[in-house]
């Protein structure tokens, strides 16, 4: 499955900002789909992750509450909701593609990344 990630931008800090990941071949609904993020010289970590089906959804505790993954499986598209941004949020998102509905905090484990699309949060 091949992935594209959009959505990312300039906002302040408080504001609110929608990131979606299409993907393209038959196959999207039987991934589960997972957004991590890379701050500025740091490794690529967790946000959060949605099962096949969508009935399961998975967080980083620094997020929680914040944001929200969500899918449809119509528009083979994933979403990541993000309000009450923080500069700390800024970094590049990724969104992944992984064939197994376990594993899905650890990168490693992906089958495939979207580009990756900026997020800076201003303060």
């Known amino acids: 499955v091949q992935l594209q990630a959009s959505g990312g931008g300039l906002v302040q800090a408080g504001g609110s900002l929608r990131l979606s990941c299409s993907a393209s071949?038959?196959?999207?609904?039987?991934?589960?789909m997972g957004w991590f993020r890379q701050p500025p010289g740091k490794e690529r970590m967790f946000v959060a992750a949605?099962?096949?089906?969508?009935?399961?959804?998975h967080y980083t505790d620094s997020v929680k509450g914040r944001f929200t993954i969500s899918r449809d499986n119509a528009k083979n598209t994933v979403y990541l909701q993000m309000n009450g941004l923080k500069p700390e949020d800024t970094a590049v998102y990724y969104c992944?593609?992984?064939?197994?509905?376990?594993?899905?905090?650890?990168?490693?484990?992906?089958?495939?990344w979207g580009q990756g699309t900026l997020v800076t949060v201003s303060s």
């Open positions: 949605i099962t096949r089906n969508g009935g399961s959804t």
């Open positions: 992944g593609a992984r064939s197994s509905g376990v594993n899905l905090h650890y990168s490693r484990y992906y089958n495939s």
């Open positions: 071949g038959r196959t999207y609904s039987g991934y589960a």
